[in-house]
């Protein structure tokens, strides 16, 4: 029976990863880290069988004692903690010889955001597209100044440090939206902040010119490369790639940010949320008030091919679109507010 530790169970991308792989192999033998009890419970009530530690990411002795025992580990938690990605290479190194461990770390394409960084541009439209097969050694490579890039780091180098025991891949995720089937945080962040942000203003935005691009997922298709990943290291590895190449992108295309700053506004305004479906422009330090990396998250470009994932797992996405999704995140970002009721208590006056 394969032997899963798990990290960040209820979070956003963990707990739907967590909903994907638990339904699809109730057979595995689960583990997860959980900060307090009250967390514990939410996965309780939603998966009896799985084992319950508890402490933090700065837990380390314990992160390291359950990742020696695992045989595979899914860290979806913070993606910029060193100490706590530290510990699992080193819990995972200490198998026995001839046993494999296998550390499947999420990142995101905050890194591909470079470019703009060290310009300092803000709503400019890049050309510029990151592929995470051809192109596999520039994105494993970026400067130290990339946003992840140091854990990054740490996890693409475990394999050659511990050769022949610790297999690692990194899911590097964009933006994400669609409802979470994990036991607790079910919201995302880009679009929703946007929607809560122009909600509570009255009115759109965008970030100067608002022309710059990102790619989107939907949260269900990312537990399905997860899922995919965990499948492979099951068999030993099978068909995906591990160590210094195991980089994978997660995607369904580009959208312009200002195309769905435009969208949401114009939701809100049919919804009679706000007064106008016109657009302020405004600078990127107002976007950092709003929320934070909000200026880094709706102006700056990061564009990525995932091809990896789609040649080597068969991986392909399926979820709407996050124009599709936009009225439903408006109506809840508006419930969440208190500008709305949801059905029920509609109905119940």
Not at 11 to 39: F, M, Q
């Amino acid at each position: 029976m394969p032997k899963l530790f798990v990290t960040g169970a209820t979070g956003y991308i963990g707990g739907d990863a967590l909903y994907a792989i638990a339904h699809a192999h109730p057979d595995y033998s689960i583990t997860a880290l959980v900060r307090n009890s009250e967390k514990g419970a939410k996965v309780a009530s939603q998966y009896a069988s799985i084992r319950l530690v508890y402490g933090d990411l700065d837990s380390t002795d314990l992160i390291t004692e359950e990742a020696s025992k695992a045989d595979i580990v899914c860290h979806w938690a913070n993606a910029n903690h060193r100490a706590a990605a530290t510990a699992i290479i080193a819990g995972l190194a200490k198998k026995p010889a001839g046993e494999k461990g296998f550390f499947i770390h999420t990142s995101g394409t905050g890194i591909l955001m470079i470019g703009d960084i060290e310009k300092g541009t803000y709503g400019i439209r890049s050309e510029k597209v990151f592929d995470d097969w051809d192109g596999i050694k520039e994105i494993t490579s970026f400067p130290d100044a990339a946003p992840h890039r140091n854990v990054d780091k740490i996890v693409l180098a475990a394999g050659e440090q511990h050769p022949g025991k610790v297999f690692t891949a990194i899911v590097c995720s964009p933006t994400i939206y669609g409802p979470g089937r994990g036991p607790d945080n079910q919201r995302s962040h880009q679009a929703y902040e946007m929607s809560r942000v122009t909600l509570e203003r009255g009115k759109g935005f965008q970030i100067e010119g608002g022309q710059n691009l990102w790619t989107q997922v939907h949260v269900h298709d990312l537990s399905n490369a997860f899922l995919r990943l965990v499948e492979e290291a099951v068999k030993g590895g099978g068909a995906a790639t591990w160590g210094a190449e195991g980089y994978y992108f997660t995607e369904s295309g580009d959208f312009v940010w200002g195309d769905v700053a435009a969208a949401i506004a114009k939701d809100a305004y049919k919804k009679k949320l706000i007064k106008s479906e016109e657009l302020d422009s405004i600078s990127p330090k107002e976007g950092e008030s709003f929320s934070p990396h909000g200026s880094a998250i709706w102006g700056q470009n990061s564009r990525g091919r995932a091809v990896r994932a789609r040649k080597l797992l068969g991986w392909e996405p399926k979820g709407k679109s996050l124009f599709d999704l936009i009225p439903s995140i408006v109506d809840g970002e508006a419930r969440k507010l208190g500008l709305t009721t949801a059905h029920a208590a509609q109905a119940t006056g």
